[in-house]
């Protein structure tokens, strides 16, 4: 396995038993959706949204394809899209570059682009702020997975969406420029690599 040795041990650390008996229940449906590509032999696209596509949505999808990779779970897609397209906020592009990953940026401006690379040998996840339609993401055949409560409620229809998956996780923003930021968006990235570690975990090849 060619992933980096920093993010490896960090993935080494993370707790599964943390997560609730009601919170696993929640993250079956992705698990049987996943299970069911696998079994049928065919590829796996799962699209993370949120309203921004700033923060939550790209932690789920960067730890979706990070852990799809650490269980050696194959054709595993991830991408992310909003409501609306705004920036990937830095303080997420940080907080994966202290967790291991290495952070490239690919272009600068207002909506930057960012290769994030978990393993050497390994495309890095693009991401930049984009709506869930953009035609860099999947047009039919994938999940779609609302990782934020505003998204789960006002897209009740994806369109091209196979399979509608509510995963929603409290945003840091709320923690913006204040002393706790950076531990903040660190809970909330560990509590989404926990999750996508359990998800992946239970899948069989």
């Known amino acids: 396995m060619s992933q980096y040795k920093v993010l490896n041990d960090f993935i080494s650390t993370l707790e599964t038993a943390s997560i609730s008996k009601e919170r696993k229940e929640t993250l079956s ?30 932690l789920s999808q960067i730890w ?27 303080m997420v592009a940080s907080t994966l570059a202290n967790t291991g990953f290495e952070v490239l940026t690919l272009s600068e401006g207002k909506n930057p682009v960012y290769g994030i690379k978990f393993a050497e040998n390994e495309h890095p996840v ?21 990782t934020c409560s505003q998204a789960d409620e006002g897209c009740p229809f994806v369109p091209g969406a196979e399979k509608w ?12 420029n204040t002393p706790q930021q950076a531990e903040k968006y660190s809970e909330r990235s560990t509590q989404i690599a926990t999750e996508m570690f359990y998800v992946f975990s239970q899948i069989q090849n």
């Open 64 to 90: 979706a394809q990070t852990m799809a990779h650490h269980f050696g779970i194959e054709h595993v897609s991830c991408y992310s899209g909003g409501t609306e397209a705004t920036a990937l906020f830095p």
């Open 126 to 146: 693009i991401c930049f702020s984009k709506r869930m339609d953009d035609d860099f993401n999947p047009k039919s055949d994938f999940a779609a997975i609302m």
């Open 165 to 176: 998956i509510p995963i929603t996780y409290e945003d840091p923003k709320a923690f913006d």
């Open 29 to 58: 449906s992705l698990v049987e959706y996943i299970q069911g590509k696998v079994d049928d032999r065919e590829s796996i696209q799962l699209n993370f949204i949120c309203t921004h596509n700033s923060r939550r949505s790209h």
